[in-house]
């Protein structure tokens, strides 16, 4: 991820990396570091981990349900959160969709993530609705 990153932004960082928050120079910084073989290499993993998914949506369901992220959305707008839960569904080109369903002890939102096929983002998004509905009449 970090290394798509790094490519991805290089045009930012080449201009105007000094804009960027630490965090997103750091992530850019670790991805210029990796080797290209080390990339190929972890290309090669997809493959195997998308197929041990397929399976499950074959058997009818519809989404997979997990947490968003480790802990409630963070106060305030200076960050979004953690997103390592949802790296392993972006890097298997899965679509996954976070509903804010619960609420922390502070009032704040702790997201709930559902995964999808890939290229089932129609039905995700149809069973996001879903639940939320479901919740909301609760």
Not at 71 to 76: D, E, F, T
Request: proline content about 7%; overall charge neutral.
């Amino acid at each position: 991820m970090s290394s798509e990153m790094a490519t991805n932004l290089e045009r930012e960082w080449e201009k105007s990396r000094d804009r960027l928050s630490a965090q997103l120079r750091l992530q850019i910084e670790r991805g210029r570091e990796v080797r290209a073989v080390e990339y190929q290499q972890a290309l090669r993993q997809i493959a195997p981990i998308h197929e041990s998914f397929v399976e499950l949506f074959e058997q009818r369901y519809d989404a997979i349900i997990t947490p968003a992220a480790p802990s409630a959305a963070p106060k305030g707008l200076d960050a979004t959160g953690d997103p390592s839960f949802c790296t392993l569904w972006t890097l298997c080109g899965m679509p996954c969709v976070s509903l804010p369903l619960l609420q922390s002890a502070d009032g704040l939102p702790i997201g709930v993530q559902l995964v999808g096929p890939r290229d089932g983002d129609a039905r995700l998004l149809r069973t996001a609705r879903w639940l939320a509905a479901k919740m909301a009449a609760a």
